[in-house]
């Protein structure tokens, strides 16, 4: 064991953050179509919610198989792309102009 805790408890506890953090990626891309946002916010949502997907075949095989060192790893590198992802969304949501 690395750590003192449960894995299968913990596992189940990050599972519904995620479906919640899913829950408002899709609500957000909901919104952006009704409010006619700009095309490339839109895609970049879609683009979040395929990593997260990818993440969640990463997880949930890790997880089904023991959790070993070098898949842990690769689903933290793709945590790293969900929020390079995620912090890409604001700044298709503002225009620049020129001063």
């Known amino acids: 064991n690395r750590f003192p805790l449960d894995p299968r408890v ?14 408002l990626a899709f609500a957000l891309a909901l919104g952006l179509r009704l409010t006619q946002s700009s095309a490339v916010a839109q895609r970049r949502v879609w683009v979040l919610l395929a990593i997260v997907f990818v993440q969640g075949v990463i997880g949930y095989t890790q997880y089904f198989i023991g959790l070993p060192e070098l898949l842990v790893a690769v689903h933290v590198a793709g945590a790293c ?3 390079w992802a995620t912090l890409r969304i604001p700044y298709a949501l503002r225009e620049r102009t020129a001063n």
């Open 10 to 23: 913990v596992s189940w506890l990050h599972a519904d953050v995620v479906l919640l953090f899913v829950g």
């Open 81 to 83: 792309a969900v929020w």
